[in-house]
């Protein structure tokens, strides 16, 4: 399993307008474009997101599926990708201080071929892949939402 944590300067509430923003979840997660709803009550418990992957040139739709939310603390996805198959990926928010939270992301493969090449090298390509992942997330919120007691534009 692939678990990684991130320090985001901003407290949970932006982060998570974030992750229940279906239309930015693109924005943050590596590999994925054009993404939309599917559901109007996305991130409820089986509403679902699309996007397209591309590794190169290659390409494949997506979809993700709520398996399980606990608004503005947990959220659990399963991405589904053909020819690859399913994986389960767990994002916990939490306060940490006054303005930051603690994200943690914990993703292992569930079915298909994704399952099957699960080993210390694929763990390795997950482990940078949350991590550039998690920056990016770090980005759009950091990007997304003023500090407590900044002025716009990101002067005190």
């Not at 943690?104 to 940078?128: K, S």
């Amino acid at each position: 399993m692939a678990v990684r944590p991130i320090l985001i300067r901003r407290p949970p509430p932006a982060v998570w307008a974030v992750l229940c923003d279906g239309r930015r979840f693109a924005d943050w997660v590596v590999g994925t474009h054009d993404s939309a709803p599917l559901d109007d009550d996305w991130p409820a418990v089986g509403s679902a997101i699309r996007y397209v992957v591309r590794l190169g040139p290659l390409s494949a739709r997506g979809r993700t599926v709520v398996r399980f939310h606990e608004p503005g603390r947990r959220i659990e996805l399963e991405a589904r990708s053909r020819p690859a198959g399913t994986a389960r990926i767990a994002i916990e928010v939490l306060p940490w201080g006054r303005d930051a939270t603690l994200v943690t992301v914990d993703e292992h493969p569930l079915t298909g071929a994704i399952r099957h090449l699960h080993n210390p090298l694929f763990e390795a390509a997950l482990q940078l892949r949350h991590r550039l992942m998690l920056r990016n997330l770090a980005r759009v919120v950091e990007s997304s939402v003023e500090a407590p007691g900044e002025a716009p534009g990101g002067s005190r």
